[in-house]
């Protein structure tokens, strides 16, 4: 096995909601971060805030928090 063999892991999927995603080569780390995210739970009442880089999400982020905590 090459040091490259070692190191990286091929990606294919045949799960129906990969489909559309392209082949391609991840390192054996980022293959178990991908794996987390396929089965992470998620819950009715989880809110998400995306956000870009200073544009006040930790702002939003406590106003959240209060208006989820009355």
């Not at 096995?1 to 091929?10: C, G, N, T, V």
């Given at each position: 096995?090459?040091?490259?063999?070692?190191?990286?892991?091929?990606f294919?999927?045949?799960?129906?909601?990969?489909?559309?995603?392209?082949?391609?080569?991840?390192?054996?780390?980022?293959?178990?971060?991908?794996?987390?995210?396929?089965?992470?739970?998620v819950?009715?009442?989880?809110?998400?805030?995306?956000g870009?880089?200073?544009?006040?999400?930790?702002?939003?982020?406590?106003?959240?928090?209060?208006?989820?905590?009355?």
């Open positions: 096995m090459s040091q490259i063999e070692e190191k990286f892991i091929p294919k999927s045949n799960d129906e909601k990969w489909k559309n995603f392209p082949a391609c080569i991840l390192t054996k780390e980022m293959g178990e971060s991908l794996e987390k995210v396929k089965n992470f739970q819950f009715e009442d989880d809110v998400y805030l995306f870009f880089p200073r544009s006040g999400t930790t702002l939003m982020q406590e106003m959240i928090w209060l208006i989820v905590n009355d």
